[in-house]
């Protein structure tokens, strides 16, 4: 019997209910509002209970078991071959993960983590960002350290290694066949390795090579910044700035030019195939594809801009008052319409090949209000949620407690819906009050 791993209050309660009303002890839903609510489907092996509104929920079924204290702690349990446990304190504030080759653990700037090969080797990771790092695993043992006096980090940051000594007094970058060593950081610098040379007294003098990727250099820097950059696209590209002139960028298939650094700037790529100019840059900008003779890109910031491209189209009116965008690839289709960033959205999607379809309404503090394949679902107020809609930690902890009005999709198709956490609700069709009993097929134990 489902009920066997409840707890011993909930099974007392439930022998008495099956007693007074025989049917119940194969499925029942007994409501007392606000107290409690317990309902159990013994043919699906399904139990749930609550206590004190949405403040405590208790679900469980053969495949997993979920436990809710609002807005405290969220324990979530899975069965069968996975047995995974995911564990939530006042989320986001601490959160932990027990999988069977991975642990994890998660208290603001602090994580742990530790994953287990196949070969019994663990990797494990402890962080206290930006200060304490720790590294362990088989191919390069431990490392770590405690910033700004000592550290010693494979594959960080995206460098190979990182080194550094009471930072900022010294720091080296490791990348493949080149090292960047900084001595008073960033004031004075070396570049080494295999394929790196090249000295830096910022913001006097600097000369870099980088065999086959880079020569660059500055003389009082900005003043006189040069480079020659090898990118797998475009290939070799100088660039100059005499600072406040002018700033350029020359190379086989990109030029650019900048008078008075961003008074009016050109960019004409062969390779994406735009022309661009801005006067001054950002505030006006506008791009048009080479050959043709309407601008896809046009920008007055912030009073109005609009772009055109790659099936994209986006607007703004007054930014952030008003912004919009619209995309049609294929099959997919998308539309957003939002105000003051997020007080206000409205957004839509649908694929015309698989027949899916969602939308989303929200309003701060007022409502959310989404749909998915016509279920609908939302609440009001929506404090949080209207402005994070689908976030999973939000939904599940801390919108049902400011939920007066809320609605669901049920199992059935029905739509669902709550007032004051269950004072008044319509379940299945039907209508529950605040005392209520129900035995029999109409229990869905959710």
Do not use: C
Request: aromatic share 14%; charged share 25%.
């Amino acid at each position: 019997m489902v009920l066997g791993r409840s707890p011993s209050g909930l099974r007392v309660a439930a022998l008495l209910l099956a007693l007074l009303v025989p049917e119940a002890a194969g499925a029942f839903d007994l409501k007392v509002w606000p107290l409690f609510r317990v309902a159990t489907n013994e043919a699906r092996g399904e139990l749930r209970w609550s206590a004190l509104g949405p403040l405590v929920e208790y679900t469980r079924t053969p495949e997993w078991s979920d436990l809710r204290i609002r807005p405290l702690l969220w324990l979530h349990r899975e069965y069968g071959e996975r047995h995974d446990v995911r564990v939530e304190v006042l989320f986001p504030l601490l959160s932990l993960r027990l999988e069977e080759r991975y642990r994890s653990l998660r208290f603001l700037l602090l994580s742990q983590h530790t994953q287990r090969a196949d070969d019994g080797d663990d990797t494990s990771a402890f962080t206290l960002f930006p200060f304490v790092f720790y590294r362990h695993d088989a191919e390069h043992g431990t490392r770590g350290g405690v910033l700004p006096f000592y550290l010693d980090l494979d594959d960080f940051l995206g460098y190979e290694r990182v080194q550094a000594v009471m930072f900022p007094a010294f720091l080296r970058l490791t990348e493949p066949r080149v090292e960047r060593s900084y001595y008073l950081f960033p004031f004075v610098s070396t570049v080494g390795g295999a394929d790196g040379s090249g000295v830096r007294v910022w913001p006097f003098y600097g000369d870099t090579t980088i065999a086959g990727r880079e020569r660059s250099g500055y003389l009082l820097w900005p003043f006189y910044v040069h480079s020659e950059r090898f990118d797998a696209r475009y290939g070799w590209e100088s660039r100059r700035v005499f600072f406040p002139v002018l700033s350029s960028l020359d190379g086989e298939h990109r030029t650019s030019r900048g008078w008075g650094m961003l008074g009016y700037t050109r960019t004409v790529d062969d390779i994406a195939g735009y022309e661009a100019t801005g006067a001054p840059w950002p505030v006006v900008f506008r791009d048009r594809a080479l050959g043709d003779e309407t601008w896809r890109t046009w920008r007055l910031a912030p009073f109005y801009g609009y772009s055109d491209r790659d099936g994209i189209r986006s607007r703004f009116i007054a930014w952030p008052f008003f912004r919009s965008t619209e995309q049609d690839t294929d099959d997919f289709h998308f539309r957003r319409h939002d105000a003051i960033l997020v007080l206000w959205r409205r957004q839509w999607q649908w694929n015309e090949a698989t027949g899916q379809r969602a939308s989303l309404l929200t309003v701060f503090p007022v409502v959310r209000s989404a749909e998915e394949d016509g279920h609908p679902a939302g609440q009001v107020p929506a404090i949080v949620d209207s402005i994070i809609p689908t976030n999973r930690g939000v939904l599940a902890m801390w919108a049902p407690l400011w939920g007066l009005v809320r609605w669901d999709t049920g199992p059935a198709g029905d739509l669902d819906w709550s007032v004051l956490w269950g004072l008044a609700s319509r379940e299945r069709g039907r209508w529950r009050g605040p005392v209520d009993v129900t035995t029999g097929d109409t229990v869905d134990g959710r």
